[in-house]
């Protein structure tokens, strides 16, 4: 019995338990047709299909448990419900202001004929631009504790393809180069992973919605059919839930383009809607930082005569920000505990008391009298346990301080995170080492989010668990690392090749914004290894790479040197009222235009990997009724971001006149790019 | 310090705990030679190379614990030692009477620079066909209880090259067909995964000797690098052990050929000795068994009027047993626990309870006067904890009743086994689900053959835990499944291809003896659907497939049909003196011939793939002295083992005389194979 419902609100109806056929739901343009149902032997799955055409075959869904048996076949349907949404949304800041979220949704109602009877829902949500489902299970006797061994969710991916991807099961989080491999060569990854189908489509897999479960990896099984597998716990079970409780919502995105994954608004749109109330004390802004220096191993974290984090440096560095416009400064190795061997345990770390060289009241006090504020940070060493211990004094202190956003890090060893148990709320029984990504830490950042809200902080996550879209929910989660940043320019084997940034826009970037710290104006890492960009290129990725904190990475000597390309940084805003693709293929090139959320301004930036490409834009997005002044920053004349400094430095700065429609011809250097800003002209 | 040891003692010294460089290695040959160090970081690795080319990369060790910080880097070479051995032992039965053991043996002690200064050895083996190594741990306060939570063993393959895999991870145990695919195209696999690599050797990983610890599957981590991945535990820690323990060995083999991985006996090598003293009781025997009715929906296990394990029935077959020469007859159904839902929970199956229509004492007494025995059959349904309650009593019972082998079974449902607890030695505290290849399956396993050598019976375990050599150490360890086996020609869909068992000498034979139930004569399963198989190729595997109990399967109705097949079969030994490969390639076809171990006859089998082809024998192992008549059983003209029944039943019988040196040329038809008996001619 199906009952469309429009507008705001859905509608569920139970219906009698009688068992009832295969239930299908597609997407309002009807182009996605989503079939729920159960095998001969009661075994739930479901399958997608796309303009007629397989996107994925049948695939299983169900559970394993460590101490009950399987929610795996044996299943009827017992009712279904169905609804409708079409709403309009806004964002208190992001890359857009306003969401449709614009979806049909179909749940079914399972039941096992197990002496338990047990039962779970599967709902489903279809969007233009893909698939979400989760799994839904109400408080019943004979499952009133949830031990998940395993999550049995398959992909039968229904040819083969491309893939996009890092891997998953490793220790070093996500800070991987993406590997580009068929379909069928797959083993296990980390989400987003991101496909182009032989057939034409391509797919983005990911989740939404991570809370109070753990992270999901896909493994490879055989041929092109991916299954969940969620990060493990030293305590056995996965994942531990008590009641009811959702799972997140598995996403599917499937769009004729690559700009169709990069507009994609569902994985917000399946996130619940803001908790935190006023969030006006959340402010998107740029930073510079003590902190390259250190990277460059110029200075120092821990204590010593070259300690990076002293009065003296941070005040120089609150002055360049006040006269360059930069809301914040970053500090990293202020406090006590970076002395000694912190890696691999974080025990020593305070989050309150600062070394004896760095007065943290005098120097907040500065800030605050220059305009600018300090972003604190949170080194955990991985070590959860002792954060938690700290974090509501540390950012009490941050309050009281002027410390708005608070950059947390989560550097540990393969061992993983140190934490004092696998649930949260127990009291601390001795030391366990959990995932980074598993349950014990999803609860973790969820867990500092609330904290710091309760005293107006935001939070800027490090070596995080994977972004799903919560800061839809939290507001205050402004930005996560999560990927292979700018800090591998400084030291890594090798540094970010030129490919790197055109596939995280297609992959990393599409579940939320990174805090990539580009800026590094000077182009030369430790020991002055070269990096692969053109100085432009360092430009456009304040458009192409989605923050609502930005940072001018480089140090403040160094950022000197190019005013006029620090005057670009310094003018970009870093909130915006709309975001779009002008061009863009996956691994290759990038081509975005955003336009400010505070004028009526746009921007547009492109980046391109080691082969030189020329962009053509046609500036369609530009209001029709204006002219705007287009200031050029693109690859001068003998630019390669391959090769020497000199080479890498050639920039062409231009400015001309131009109006909706125009095309515009930008030539980009290898492993380079181009910052166009375009300000309406006066009326 | 180096002290070369030779034949039968290898010692042990501890040089002084002065750091010392890397350590080297070589197979007695001198081909193969490993190398054992530190990395700057100080992880410990290994690395393989072969005529000096590399086989295995820098490859780390290491592991991660629960609640420990990881044994992975900060490890200095406090000692090592070095041995050989060339000594040889015989087998109580086998596929050869008398195994060399030749090798040379490096060993590395490691102490970590962490507060616990945790210490742990690898020592290497290194064989002319391979190398195994493994962990040693000592008794340390720093580690008084090692929860293991996955143990880092990298497997960085020198360069691509072709796979031959089943997947692990899933759930479906070991029962796949193989995958052929490149080695950087492999996802999770099971052991033994044979490998050719392009630059010419054939490599093929596994485990040696796996005792209470959990399986290792291989997980590619990157490019062509597996890295081990232990089977889980609903418990968390993968592995528990308490005090002083070791690893399995860990082995690769490296050989020039796929015949070189055949004849290869570093498994058992790397195993203890026979600790059952007296194993006497154990008797190869061949049998045939109430089975392929049950598969073929004929009779049922469960009680009713169709079912199959009765009296009656069962004095039939032991009649034909007797007639035609067979040890024993397997009886499945007898037990009470098969009537309801016994799948997924087997909480019902007695083991010492048959039917009423079961008379057991009637039945074993009439199969003794026939010198019959009757083969147990102990299914579990995955409930080890039930068996463990009842397997004292039942092979008491076995003991008493003459039942000198029990095929054992464990089949279970996606969530895998149902055990008490994590350690078999805890008091049973509520039913957890384990993997049939944990921790706690791998202990029930062996305490099942030690339970069962109480009472002299052997063991044949269906569904069960890889073999890793532990029949030299428990010699009533007889055979076991494992893999995809001919209850597949059954209902199989697919049904096994007939690349399937050209695969299976190369991979799951590398292990040890299959009890694939080969001899399905009428070469139609269930519904009449055809084997994809000649019945010359039936009889092959009697000398492809090592298992010293061999079913011929078929009903014997059906193999009454078939008098001169039989007499095969009835003949075939199955105990050899002597194996040997005379060709092969992996996954296409292989030729196999084998000495009796109580006269002087040979046997060669030889089977194809879905190519038709003839086998260019040349009979070099002959005894130079004597003839022999060969009995030939070939594919005859018009034969094909994927056509009509008429077809596949094609096959031409003949006789000739032989001598050392001869050439045979055998043409094989597609899905073909043949078997040759050579007798010696009187004197």
Not at 28 to 47: K, N
Not at 195 to 219: C, I, K, N, Q, T
């Amino acid at each position: 019995m199906k009952l469309p419902i429009r507008l705001l609100a859905f509608v569920a109806l139970l219906v009698t338990a009688v068992p009832v056929q295969a239930a299908t739901v597609s997407s309002p343009d009807g182009r996605i047709v989503v079939t729920l149902d159960v095998t001969g032997e009661g075994v739930p799955y479901y399958s997608v299909m796309r303009d007629g055409k397989p996107v994925i075959d049948q695939s299983d869904l169900g559970f394993n448990f460590t101490d009950s048996p399987p929610m795996r076949r044996d299943f009827k349907i017992i009712g279904e419900t169905t609804a409708t949404a079409d709403t309009r949304w806004e964002q208190p800041w992001g890359e857009k202001r306003f969401i449709r979220n614009n979806h049909k949704e179909l749940a079914i109602a399972l039941q096992q004929s197990d002496p338990g009877a047990r039962r779970m829902t599967v709902r489903v949500r279809v969007f233009d631009d893909g698939v979400g489902f989760r799994y839904e299970f109400p408080d019943q006797a004979s499952l009133k504790t949830a031990n998940i061994a395993e999550e049995l969710t398959e992909f039968a991916i229904a040819g083969d393809g491309t893939a996009w991807s890092i891997p998953a099961g490793d220790w070093n989080r996500y800070e991987y180069i993406y590997s580009k491999s068929p379909i069928s060569a797959l083993s296990t990854v980390n989400t987003p992973v991101t496909m182009h189908l032989a057939d034409g489509p391509y797919l983005s897999f990911h989740e939404a919605a991570l809370v109070d479960y753990s992270s999901m990896w896909l493994r490879r099984m055989r041929g092109t059919t991916l299954r969940a597998e969620l990060a493990p716990s030293s305590r056995g079970a996965k994942v531990v839930r008590h009641g009811a409780f959702n799972t997140p919502w598995r996403t599917i995105l499937i769009t004729d383009s690559p700009k169709g994954l990069f507009e994609s608004a569902m994985e917000l749109n399946l996130n619940e809607p803001n908790k935190l109330g006023d969030v006006s004390w959340v402010h998107p802004q740029k930073f510079i930082g003590i902190w390259w220096d250190l990277h460059l191993n110029h200075w120092t974290w821990a204590s010593g005569p070259d300690h990076g984090a002293t009065t003296a440096h941070t005040k120089k560095y609150i002055d360049f920000a006040a006269k360059h416009g930069f809301g914040g400064v970053l500090v990293e190795g202020w406090n006590k505990g970076w002395d000694g061997t912190w890696f691999g345990n974080g025990r020593d770390f305070s989050f309150t008391e600062a070394y004896p060289d760095y007065d943290l009241k005098a120097v907040t006090d500065y800030a605050r009298k220059k305009g600018v504020d300090i972003i604190g940070h949170d080194e955990t060493g991985g070590n959860i346990a002792n954060f938690e211990k700290q974090m509501d004094a540390a950012f009490a202190m941050d309050q009281k301080l002027g410390i708005e956003a608070v950059k947390t890090g989560y550097v540990a060893d393969a061992g993983g995170l140190i934490s004092c148990n696998a649930d949260i709320y127990d009291p601390c029984k001795g030391e366990v080492y959990e995932w980074h990504d598993g349950q014990r830490s999803v609860q973790h950042h969820l867990a500092v989010a609330l904290a710091a809200a309760k005293y107006h902080v935001a939070i800027d996550a490090h070596e995080p668990v994977k972004d799903t879209g919560l800061r839809r929910t939290y507001p205050n989660l402004v930005a996560r690392e999560g990927a292979r940043g700018a800090e591998y320019d400084a030291w890594g084997v090798p540094k970010n090749p030129p490919s790197h940034v055109p596939t995280l826009v297609f992959t990393r970037l599409l579940s939320g914004p990174m805090d990539y710290t580009p800026g590094v104006l000077s182009l030369a890492g430790r020991g002055n290894t070269p990096i692969p960009s053109t100085i432009a290129r360092q430009l456009a990725y304040y458009v192409v790479i989605y923050s609502p904190l930005q940072m001018a990475a480089d140090t403040i000597e160094n950022l000197a040197k190019y005013p006029q390309e620090l005057k670009f940084i310094e003018q970009v805003p870093v909130d915006w009222s709309d975001s779009i693709m002008l061009d863009g293929a996956i691994g290759e090139h990038a081509v975005i235009a955003r336009k400010d959320r505070h004028s009526d301004a746009w921007y547009v930036g492109g980046v391109t990997d080691d082969k030189a490409r020329t962009a053509n834009l046609t500036l369609d997005f530009l209001d029709p009724n204006r002219s705007y002044t287009a200031t050029i920053y693109r690859d001068g004349d003998g630019a390669d971001g391959l090769g020497d400094q000199a080479a890498k430095h050639r920039i062409a700065i231009g400015t001309r006149t131009v109006r909706k429609g125009e095309k515009l011809a930008v030539p980009m250097a290898r492993a380079g790019g181009f910052a166009i800003s375009l300000a309406p002209t006066k009326r």
